[in-house]
C-alpha cells in the first residue's frame, strides 16, 4: 500500500547521521542524496521494495514532528530490534515509551522499541516471533 515514507529535519547533515546508522542496522545502504528544484537537500533510503525518505522542508519553514504520528520499521529479531534501539540513542535519539521488549505477556506477544530522532519525529522497531 506505501510507496514511501518522509519526515523533515532541520538539520540534513545530522538526519544522515543518525539515519545511516539507524537504517544500516536493518541493512539499508548509503541513501540517494537529492536535491530538489528549489534548493532543499533530501535524503532517500531504499531497502527491500520501501523507501524512507528525509527532507528539509519545502516551503521554507522549521522541520516539525507530526504529533500522534509514529513510523514502523520491521525487525528480523529480537536482538536486531535491542541494536536498532541502542544505535538510535547512541547517535542522538532519545528512548521514550518503556524498554525495548514484548508489549505483553502473552507467547508470541510483539516486541517494541519506540525512539525520537534527533528533530523530534517518533521511530518504532517491531519483531513479530513466529
Same mark, same amino acid.
Do not use: M, W
Given at each position: 500500500m506505501l510507496n514511501h515514507v518522509m519526515v523533515g529535519t532541520?538539520?540534513?547533515?545530522?538526519?544522515? !547521521?543518525?539515519? +545511516?546508522?539507524? #537504517?544500516?542496522? #536493518? /541493512?539499508?545502504?548509503?541513501?540517494? !542524496?537529492?536535491?530538489n528544484g528549489t534548493g532543499q537537500a533530501r535524503l532517500f533510503y531504499r531497502h527491500e521494495g520501501s523507501t524512507f525518505g528525509v527532507t528539509q522542508p519545502i516551503d521554507g519553514q522549521p522541520a516539525t514532528h507530526a504529533n500522534g504520528g509514529t513510523i514502523g520499521f520491521k525487525?528480523?529479531?529480537?536482538?536486531? #530490534?535491542?541494536?536498532?534501539? +541502542?544505535?538510535?540513542?547512541?547517535? /542522538? /535519539?532519545?528512548?521514550?515509551? /518503556?524498554a525495548p521488549g514484548p508489549r505483553d505477556s502473552k507467547p508470541g506477544a510483539a516486541h517494541m522499541a519506540y525512539? !525520537?530522532?534527533?528533530?523530534?519525529?517518533? #521511530?518504532?522497531?517491531?519483531? !513479530?516471533p513466529g
Open positions: 532541520n538539520d540534513i547533515e545530522r538526519a544522515k !547521521r543518525f539515519y +545511516d546508522a539507524v #537504517l544500516g542496522v #536493518l /541493512g539499508a545502504g548509503e541513501p540517494v !542524496r537529492n536535491v525487525c528480523k529479531s529480537a536482538e536486531q #530490534l535491542q541494536q536498532f534501539h +541502542d544505535t538510535a540513542v547512541a547517535q /542522538g /535519539g532519545t528512548s521514550i515509551e /518503556g525512539v !525520537r530522532d534527533p528533530d523530534g519525529n517518533k #521511530l518504532c522497531a517491531v519483531y !513479530r
